[in-house]
């Protein structure tokens, strides 16, 4: 018996999480197409249960992270989730249908159609920054598509993970929907069980892991990554307009957003107006600092730590640090909130760590460029990024610009939104990640599109039947002809 077995035997916890995965595969087994009705009943229960402990995730996640706006919450977590279930609940018909396939002149009169089903139980691991919506988003998508569900949230945000695990054992048999909690110790071990898809939604070393770990099992797998999202500003590009857009994408909950702007290009003749316009649209979103409710913490010590020593090293290799704020760097009441005032990065290299690591927090690096090109050839030279911003008009540059990178995803002229789009599909490429969910591009990550070939009574077919003769040959030939 190997150290990893004897230890999944040993601990109580892990052996809890391996006998509630038989149990949903044998429920699986028990109803492998479940009606329309009975998936409706699921995501009506986890509307419910959404709604009922609305005001609870709020207090949660603020608890969980220090402080956090109830409306940061509310909007990000409680409202998108419901979004996606009234979205599903809409759509559920349409998706769930077999569809007839074009058939080929040779094979008619037979036909051929594709049916969705579900591909048993599915294994969701979610992160901190927004833990109620990428723990049930997945979720949805895999119950919508006829699934059992395990999820294991984050340990950084344990408060609203036991909120969760809590009321959704009140709303779900443990069969169809389960949560468990744990740190990293069990979320190796959640990763190991022979899941049959996996979601992953966290960091790219961690993705790399647990792509590893489900390799073993041939489980598929959609990671869903980060990395450090550009945004480009065209020299057409409002900058008011521009600057509120940014502010409002790069301090939403601290900048602690996988899609949030990374970093900015600008020509390099507008770096001095586009600081003042950031710093005018800073005073307008956050007039104060110090004790603003409407200003989220950094989830934990080690996160505040890790952020001042981007800033540092940024500062001691030469970049000039500009708050963004009156108050300066003071402002945001230090490190007993864990407030970190938001500041801009001017003249950065690509040596310093805030130009390799995704940042994550409320600071933004200004690359100043002279030609659109040398942005993209920026951009092209690192790892396809999770999301990418342009400002400025619909001509030929933004056409450049979209058809010369490649990135998860895209929103023009503000930050964020296509996320929120439950017709488009929501995931990253290359290092971002892999595969895609929200709306109908979730429930075909969660199902299986088995395509099913009905013969007739009458086929040519049966003409390339053995003893191979003339018949053949003059088939053969017919079938050249019509192919
Ligand atoms: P993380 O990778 O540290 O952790 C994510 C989850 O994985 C947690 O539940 C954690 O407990 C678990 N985990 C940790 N080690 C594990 C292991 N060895 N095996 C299995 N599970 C393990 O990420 P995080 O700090 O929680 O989240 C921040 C990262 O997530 C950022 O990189 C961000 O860009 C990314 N993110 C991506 C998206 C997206 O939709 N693409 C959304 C939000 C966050």
Redesign the pocket.
Known sequence: MNAFVREQILDPSLVRMREAFDRQRAAFGTDMSPSRAVRIDRLDRLLAMTQRIAPAIERAVSADFGHRPAQVTRLADVMMVQAAIKHARRRLGAWMKARRAPTALAFRPGFGRIVPQPVGVVGV??????PYQ?AMGPAIAAIGAGNRVMI?????TPRLAELMREAVAEHFAPEELTVVT???E???A??ALPFDHLL????????R??AM?AAANLTPVT?????KSPAILGADADLERAASRLVMGKLFNAG????APDYVAVPRGAVGPFVEAMRRAVAKQYPRLAGNPDYTSIVSDR?FARLQALLADARQRGARVVPLHAEGMGGGGGSGTRMLAPALVLEPSEDMSIMQE?I?GPLLPVLAYDTLDEAISYINRHDRP?ALYWFGGAGADRDKVLAGTLS?GVTLNDCMWH?GQEELP???IGA??MGAYHGAFGFRTFSKEKPVFHQSKLSGTALLRPPYGRTFERMSRLLKLIT
């Open positions: 691991v979610s992160p901190w920054n927004y990428l294991k949230p984050s340990e950084l744990g740190g990293a069990l979320g190796t959640f990763v992953f939604t966290g960091s790219t070393a961690v993705g892991q647990v770990a990671l869903e990554l980060g990395g602690q957003t996988c899609i996160h995704e994550f999770l998860g996320f929501f995931g990253g971002s990640g």
